[in-house]
């Protein structure tokens, strides 16, 4: 389907250039990434001391990829998850993760995703990423496009290293799940 959409879209608009419609693609999937990453924090258990209070904001970082943080923002307006308010902060690489509860990692070098997830390790943080190590590098969940879907894997080993419990009902809409028994 998001082939088949990609492709019109660059018929489309081939007599405009090749960066708008790659611009157009990119944003598309960025939307489906953006809804999964608001949805996840449904699913997510924390720490009960993760959250100052019971009515503390759910904290998301987005780090390397705009385009989600826009969407992401655009879609979390007034919307709540888990019962809190939702916040949007996009970072730059090498920023601290101090005080998210989840954070996105675009693409980025083998490098930059270490570097990110090296920052939140020992910090109950959703660890999100879409590169291909996502999960050998310590993400929990890592976005992958099968068949012109976005799909995601899962790392129980890192969610349980951050002190997080994923439920079972995203674990069975998971593509692949490392370390279940």
Avoid at 18 to 30: D, L
Wanted: hydrophobic share 45%; aromatic share 8%; proline share 3%.
């Amino acid at each position: 389907m998001l082939a088949a959409w990609a492709i019109t879209i660059v018929l489309a608009l081939g007599c405009l250039g090749t960066t708008v419609a790659w611009a157009q693609i990119q944003a598309s999937e960025y939307q489906v990434k953006a809804a999964f990453v608001f949805k996840f924090g449904n699913y997510v258990e924390w720490p009960p001391q993760t959250f100052a209070t019971s009515s503390s904001p759910l904290v998301i970082g987005v780090v390397g990829a705009d385009a989600l943080g826009d969407e992401l923002t655009r879609i979390s307006i007034g919307r709540t998850v888990g019962g809190r308010p939702v916040v949007i902060r996009k970072l730059r690489y090498g920023e601290s993760l101090t005080g998210l509860h989840a954070v996105f990692i675009g693409k980025s070098t083998d490098e930059q995703l270490a570097a990110t997830l090296d920052a939140g390790k020992g910090q109950s943080i959703l660890t999100i990423t879409e590169s291909e190590d996502g999960l050998r590098h310590g993400s929990v969940i890592n976005f992958v496009v099968v068949s012109d879907k976005v799909r995601f894997d899962i790392s129980l080993p890192s969610a349980e290293a951050g002190r997080l419990k994923i439920s079972s009902q995203l674990l069975a809409v998971a593509r692949k799940i490392e370390g279940a028994p």
